[in-house]
């Protein structure tokens, strides 16, 4: 904010919230992008998992292959389902650019208004929803036009037969990148380590939190109010 890190009560709302999950055993205390994660998705973990919290593509590229299986009835493959989930969340995101000095520009202009405005079923986003980028059979997507997703198909095997588009044309609404810096993926990072460190008991609340401005202050270029 102002070139100065907030911390937002939410996000301190967030290390209550963890350090009771783990308390309560609710979780099987796994790390993303970790075997014991991927594990989870199979059902092979210590418990059994409710759900996962992540975005539109954790299903297709992340719990779909690591599921155990690639039909109904192997693994987990078909017991999920998608919806709103209680916070929306926005990360990141899908960039385009061109060169100003193109001495194509018109073309540039028509194949940037191909990708990001045609709502046709022959614009990049329609295929790209519906998988037939590359022909029939192809990964179905979530795209960014509303528009194209309530005139797709989003039913998926992987989903029990669920049309994912009729949760994720509404949570559209969530996507505002006006917070958005060049810090963010770091700063995240690095918050939820002192959240691991303070929920496994390794820290102190304030000690987390301390620690936390104190990384922050070290290695970004961003004003912390150490006191």
């Known amino acids: ?14 290390l209550d919230l963890s350090k ?7 979780h099987n205390d796994t790390q993303d992008w970790q075997d014991a994660w991927f594990a989870d998705m199979k059902g092979e973990g210590e418990k059994g998992i409710f759900g996962f919290f992540g975005p539109a593509w954790l299903i297709n590229y992340t719990m779909a292959p690591n599921c155990g299986g ?53 614009g990049l986003q329609y295929m790209w929803a519906n998988g037939t980028l590359n022909g029939e059979g192809g990964t179905k ?6 528009t194209v997703m309530e005139m797709s198909d989003g039913s ?14 509404p949570a559209n609404q969530y996507a505002n990148g ?33 620690d936390f401005k104190q990384d922050v202050a070290d290695n970004l270029d961003v004003t912390v109010d150490l006191g």
């Open 1 to 14: 904010m102002d070139g100065k890190l907030n911390i937002d009560p939410k996000r301190e709302a967030f």
């Open 20 to 26: 009771q999950l783990k308390d309560n055993n609710y």
């Open 70 to 122: 690639s039909a109904v009835g192997e693994g987990t493959y078909g017991d999920w389902a998608v919806c709103a989930p209680p916070v929306g969340f926005f990360w990141g995101g899908t960039w385009l650019m061109a060169s100003n000095s193109s001495a194509n520009k018109e073309a540039v202009g028509e194949i940037i208004r191909w990708i990001t405005l045609d709502c046709s079923e022959t």
């Open 141 to 146: 997507d979530c795209v960014a036009s509303g």
């Open 156 to 169: 998926l095997d992987f989903l029990g037969g669920q049309n994912m588009f009729e949760a994720f044309v």
């Open 178 to 210: 006006k917070c958005l810096t060049q810090y963010d993926e770091t700063i995240n990072t690095k918050w939820r380590d002192q959240v691991r460190q303070y929920t496994s008991g390794t820290k102190t609340r304030d000690q987390a939190i301390k």
